[in-house]
Structures are given as C-alpha cells and as structure tokens.
C-alpha cells in the first residue's frame, strides 16, 4: 500500500478535508470534477436505483492501473435530508491509501418521505457489490462516511445490516447484502424523537419544529409519526453485530445536539460493538473538522478496520506558537 511522504501529506490533507457539507441547494451533477488528485480515475452519474433525475446516481473514484481488489468508502453527503449533492466527496483522498471511493445521491424528503432516504442508501450499496469485480472493490471491506444528515444514515446503516423493515427494494441485487464493516459519523442526528428537547435555545428550529428538516423528513411532526421516527433511530437496531463507529461532534455544534451522539455511542458500547467518540473542543456545526489530526484520525479509523497493511500517516511537527 501507499505512504503518505511529507510532499503528498498536504494534498491528501487537501483533499480530504472540507468545511462546507452540503448545507446549500444542490448543484447538478458534475460528469467529472474540476480536479482530481493524480492518478485517480473518475466514473461518474452511475445508476444504481430506478428514481428520475440525480436522485439514484453515484460516483466512483479508483486508482489508476489498479490490479486486485481494495476496500472502498461510501461518502453520504448532508444537507438536512433535503439538499445537497454527491459532488465534491472528501473520501477521494483516501484512493491514495489503497481505497476505493464512492459517492452517492439519494432521495431528498420533498421527493419522498423516510424511509426513502435509507432505502436508497441501502440499495447503493447492494449496487456497490453486485458490481465489486468491475470496480476493484473487496466486498468485505466497505466503510461509510458521512456529516450531520449524511452522519444519520451512515449510523443507520452501519447498524440496521439484516434489518427487513428498512432494506428496500431499490435497484434490486437483493441477493447483495447491505451491511457494512466501518462507519465514520460527523455530528449526525439519532434519536430524533427526544431532538429539540436536547437542543439549546440557540438551534434555529427549537422554537418552530414544524419548519425543520426533522418534520419534513417524516412528512410531520414526530410525534405523530413515532413509527418511522424508531425506524429512522440508529439505536433501534444496534446489536453485537454492528460495525465499528468513529463519531466526531463539536462541543459548539448549535444545530445537532451533541447528546445525539452521545446516546449513540453509549448504545453501542453497551452493546459491546467498538466505538470512540471524540467531541472536538471549540468545533461547531461542520467548522473545526479541517484540522490535519482530525483527519489523520479519521484515515487511522479506516485503516485499522479495511486496510491494515497501509503505513501510518506521519504528521509534521507543530510550529511553536
């Protein structure tokens, strides 16, 4: 596998990084990026699902001239479940390590209701692995990365694999399995049911719930839709068998309680299932996740679980303030 030297730590660094998670209305699709990093081969607006438009499209980045199979990383965008775009996927960064990268669409909340969302995501993966030999992918080895609405569906799939009542029908290859083997969560909402009761008096949507991304996720309020609410739960479905989580959330974040990560990462400790959580001082809703050790450990996380032959990203020392 790849060492990142000096000289290529600051481009994966680059890549890596990104401070703006999809908070904006989505951008059409770009049938290739402006920019890639070297040797890094790019297939894009991928159908894996029978939804019109961008909605069931993906995007996959591999090295070039790759020989075998590698683990992959799925990228989950965030936008409140109602915007945002696959564009501009900060897994490309990994490639160089040894990886497989994807980026998917999925249905926003004014398209279709939960559990839209996590069917599709569901059905993207299935599509990732019934189509493994063609994109050098191991199936064995798939880990998810995803913020803030991204963060909330990475979670759920990373513990309702098996799950019937959420899997779906979408794309189909349900001879292909929709369980994952590591996920990285940046500040995703959990259980939304107990949301605004958590949130402080500065969260934008405290004062009128019936405006938030939450009720339109569920097509109304949460209480009249307790059913899916559960459904859309992570810990409704954490088990021994769910794959091992690396959680980041800012102790700043005015827009995801920290607490939702929090009850999360408690239910899968006392599930026994691997999990840290690290709460990143000063660090609000996205801003403060740029920072070189945030994501070494986060490359650290992937590696340990996918890829553990690849060396150990060095970072360089820190100038003296």
């Known amino acids: 596998m790849l060492h990142i030297g000096a000289s290529r730590l600051t481009v994966f ?21 402006k920019s890639l990093p070297a040797n890094v081969r790019f297939e894009g607006d ?31 965008h965030g936008g409140g479940w109602e915007a945002g775009d696959k564009a501009g996927c900060p897994a490309v960064g990994m490639v160089g ?12 909340s004014q398209e279709a209701i939960f559990p839209a969302q996590i069917e599709d995501c569901k059905g993207a993966i299935r599509w990732l692995r019934a ?34 009542d959420i899997e ?17 969560d940046w500040f995703g909402p959990t259980d939304m049911s107990q949301f605004f009761q958590e949130a402080g008096e500065e969260n934008v949507f405290k004062a009128a719930p019936e405006k938030s991304p939450i009720d339109k996720l569920f097509g109304g309020p949460v209480e009249d839709h307790k059913e899916l609410v ?14 091992p ?15 939702q990560s929090q009850i999360l990462a408690d239910a899968l400790k006392k599930a026994g299932v691997e999990c840290q959580l690290d709460v990143l001082e000063g660090a609000g809703h996205g801003n403060g996740f740029g920072k070189p050790e945030v994501l070494k450990a986060v490359a650290d996380f992937f590696d340990k679980h996918l890829n553990p032959s690849a060396l150990p990203i060095i970072l360089p020392p820190k100038k003296p303030d």
Do not use: M
């Open 245 to 259: 989580f690396l959680i980041l959330h800012g102790d700043k974040d005015k827009l995801v309680p920290l607490a």
């Open 131 to 164: 189509h493994a030999k063609e994109y050098h992918i191991d199936p064995d080895k798939i880990g998810l990365f995803g913020a803030s609405a991204g963060g909330h569906l990475v979670a759920l799939l990373g513990t309702s694999g098996g799950a019937k």
């Open 168 to 184: 779906g029908t979408v794309g189909g290859n349900l001879d292909q399995s929709s369980r994952v083997q590591a996920v990285c």
């Open 230 to 243: 559960a459904q859309a739960n992570p810990i409704t479905y954490v088990s021994k068998d769910s794959a």
């Open 97 to 108: 390590r040894g990886y497989v990268a994807a980026s998917i669409n999925y249905r926003f």
């Open 46 to 76: 991928l159908r894996y699902g029978d939804a019109t438009g961008v909605s069931n499209l993906l995007d996959i980045y591999l090295p070039e001239n790759v020989e075998g199979v590698l683990p992959l990383i799925v990228w989950v």
């Open 13 to 33: 660094l680059a890549t890596l990084a990104f401070l703006a998670v999809g908070y904006a209305e989505p951008s059409p699709p770009a049938t290739r990026p």
